[in-house]
């Protein structure tokens, strides 16, 4: 296993100054830096190998097709699918929700069907299903979330039923830090005939996903978020649902034959993939997810629990801090959203910005969660493997300057 003390020298971009200040990155709920392992594959695919996949017969364009389709089978592995046919490449978990919500929406929602998803999610898992719904004359319902900000089961076993066609729901909340127990979830939705969709992307890059023992029908996740570069992500789905849907995008590809007025498609998963693929991006995802794997995502997971565990009574005691989602820090993931009393949030981040230290502000792309808990905004500090007890300590140093900074109303 790797030392999680040395890993951050990896990880070029955290070696610099912001504000004559030592950089702490904590956005990471927003995008992940990336180590010199997958910078160096980037490069090395440009400088050897670069060339169309899947067209071309001469070396380069063997060498590129390779990698690209090995890194179809890292993905295949991280994620525990059955077989390589159910791994899509799409451009991040945004794209992936939307493909669903054409694809499999248009196929199989009919009206009067309910889609369920929840008040915590990410507008990726909502829009795409507000225009569904309005295709298709069909509903969609959200589940309410506890004090906590967990999902209120007693009121999910109500919602989810014979009407529902989905539920779709984040895997790990990228506000309230919350992990969803999505396998029970799959289980009411499936007792419901219903499909269980599953937005990873805060999850895949902080646990071990295994979309089969989940028994999740669709799984979506980005790969700029786990190390890897931005513009590639993937979509999972069972073959027996990928096999009955539509491909979203027609064009190069995703062809098998082209006649002046009709064409057929290729197999699963190339028939999904229309035009040339983000195929650096993928080779790239490859070698992030063999980043993760020699870290091992057991050892990350645990590594960030501490980290939280370790942050989370030091932000309580500085007094005037409130923060959302579960109290215990064995329930919170590496997201935590703040605010400081008398302070608005974007204050709170650039006063931060000011000492070094990098965390977002505002409604995180989840405004029927600010709404729901009654907040304009939060500031969030979201932690991964790469920052230490030294990253917190620096947070809550600067958070306590801020605080003493706006103490008399300046600002
Ligand atoms: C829970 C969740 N879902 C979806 C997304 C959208 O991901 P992307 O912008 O990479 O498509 C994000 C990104 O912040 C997220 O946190």
């Not at 440009?46 to 364009?61: C, F, I, K, Q, S």
């Not at 199989?108 to 309910?114: A, L, T, Y």
């Not at 190339?270 to 057991?298: H, R, S, V």
């Not at 801090?321 to 109290?327: A, D, N």
Request: net charge negative; with cysteine; glycine share 6%.
């Amino acid at each position: 296993m790797r030392d999680f003390s040395t890993i951050r020298k990896d990880f070029p971009i955290l070696f610099q100054e912001v504000n004559d200040e030592p950089l702490v990155y904590l956005d990471n709920a927003a995008t992940t830096q990336k180590p010199t392992q997958v910078l160096d594959v980037l490069r090395h695919y440009y400088e050897n190998d670069n060339a169309n996949v899947h067209r071309g017969v001469h070396t380069l364009a063997e060498r590129a097709t390779e990698d690209y389709e090995n890194s179809r089978e890292k993905v295949r592995a991280f994620i525990h699918a059955k077989e390589t046919a159910e791994v899509l490449f799409t451009r991040g978990t945004t794209t992936g929700l939307n493909w669903l919500a054409r694809s499999y929406g248009d196929a199989f929602i009919k009206e009067g069907d309910e889609i369920v998803i929840s008040y915590m999610e990410h507008h990726s898992n909502i829009i795409p299903w507000q225009q569904l719904v309005e295709r298709k004359g069909a509903k969609l319902r959200y589940l309410p979330l506890t004090d906590e900000g967990f999902i209120d089961m007693a009121a999910a076993k109500e919602i989810i039923n014979e009407k529902t066609a989905i539920v779709s729901l984040a895997y790990v909340s990228n506000v309230l830090g919350v992990i969803n127990p999505i396998k029970e979830l799959a289980e009411m939705a499936h007792a419901n005939d219903a499909v269980m969709i599953v937005d990873g992307a805060q999850a895949a890059p902080h646990m071990t996903v295994d979309v089969q023992e989940l028994d999740a029908d669709f799984f979506a996740f980005s790969g700029h978020k786990m190390c890897g570069p931005t513009g590639i992500g993937v979509l999972y789905g069972k073959r027996q649902w990928l096999e009955q849907m539509e491909p979203v995008e027609f064009g190069g590809e995703m062809i098998d034959f082209v006649n002046l007025y009709d064409s057929t498609w290729k197999e699963l998963p190339w028939k999904f993939e229309a035009g040339t693929p983000n195929i650096a991006g993928a080779i790239a995802l490859g070698a992030a997810i063999d980043y993760l794997n020699e870290i091992g995502m057991e050892n990350i997971h645990h590594y960030e629990q501490e980290l939280v565990a370790y942050v989370l009574p030091k932000l309580r005691e500085i007094g005037g801090v409130t923060i959302y989602g579960p109290q215990d820090p064995e329930q919170h993931t590496g997201v935590i959203a703040f605010n400081l009393e008398n302070i608005h949030p974007h204050d709170v981040a650039t006063a931060l910005d000011m000492e070094g230290v990098a965390v977002r502000a505002g409604h995180h792309c989840a405004q029927p969660l600010m709404n729901y808990l009654n907040l304009p905004a939060t500031a969030r500090a979201s932690f991964y493997f790469y920052n230490t007890k030294e990253d917190a300590d620096r947070l809550i140093e600067a958070i306590q300057a801020t605080k003493e900074f706006f103490k008399d109303g300046a600002i």
